[in-house]
């Protein structure tokens, strides 16, 4: 099926920005370019002397790449970064983007990240990536939190695509915390599981934690009491719904870009 010519323009726009092929009608843009595309319109946001939140993950990835790209071609200049995970400040680094923490500068500009789940009021599922401690600490401290995703990532209820929602669970007695967790939501018809790395040995976090991963069946119902519910459980440090955060939310599909603000 052809694409809608507006909608075609928007996207080839954006691929060509992004550096990649422009899409004829008959040819299929990958997920990965779809994250480029949202990436680089994201990073346009950016400006000049801003303190920068930057994510971490497949998407995120891109972003920061892009910031590095405008350093070095004197685009940007007198930005700091500061990283939501080892692997963030490692490629930060790699790219000559100037680091820093919350300690220096505790109110940040503008955060760019990616997201899991966006449902249709911009809450959002995160951390599979398994730095959901530290992004809900940057995102958190910041004035603007731009979410770049692909359509694969919308969802109608948080949990609705049947993969994990993470919660970062500290190692002591882990098998207690995630029986707790199944529990609280076990009208929901939720499992737990201990996310699992390298070598079948359990996923540690940045922090030195384990995550456990919650799988559902159905809607939990209001995430306001169930993001109380589950921070109220002793062992656990923090969980993956970022609620009431993104400022705004772009995302890309074959048939164009979309941005929506709050």
Not at 10 to 28: E, H, N, R, Y
Request: with cysteine.
């Amino acid at each position: 099926m052809a694409i809608p010519y507006p909608h075609f323009i928007a996207t080839a726009k954006a691929a060509m920005d992004a550096g990649l092929q422009a899409p004829s009608s008959s040819v299929m843009l990958s997920q990965d370019d779809l994250k480029k595309i949202a990436a680089y319109k994201a990073v346009e946001y950016v400006d000049s002397g801003m303190v920068l939140g930057l994510g971490t993950g497949s998407t995120a990835c891109h972003a920061v790449d892009r910031i590095g790209q405008l350093l070095r071609q004197g685009k940007l200049k007198d930005i700091v970064g500061i990283p939501t995970s080892m692997k963030t400040h490692d490629q930060a680094l790699s790219l000559g983007i100037p680091l820093s923490d919350l300690d220096a500068h505790p109110v940040v500009d503008l955060a760019i990240d990616g997201a899991d789940e966006v449902d249709p009021f911009l809450n959002l599922v995160k951390g599979r990536g398994g730095s959901l401690l530290r992004e809900k600490m940057v995102e958190g401290a910041c004035k603007k939190f731009v979410v770049i995703v692909d359509d694969s990532k919308l969802v109608n209820f948080l949990g609705g695509s049947g993969l994990a929602m993470p919660v970062e669970v500290i190692q002591f007695c882990w098998k207690f915390t995630a029986a707790r967790l199944q529990k609280l939501f076990e009208d929901a018809g939720c499992v737990a599981k201990l996310r699992m790395g390298e070598k079948e040995e359990p996923f540690v976090t940045d922090n030195g934690n384990y995550i456990v991963d919650l799988y559902f069946e159905r809607s939990i119902g209001d995430l306001k009491a169930a993001s109380d519910a589950i921070l109220q459980l002793a062992g656990v440090v923090e969980h993956g719904m970022f609620l009431d955060m993104a400022t705004t939310v772009i995302i890309a599909g074959e048939l164009g870009l979309t941005v929506k603000n709050k």
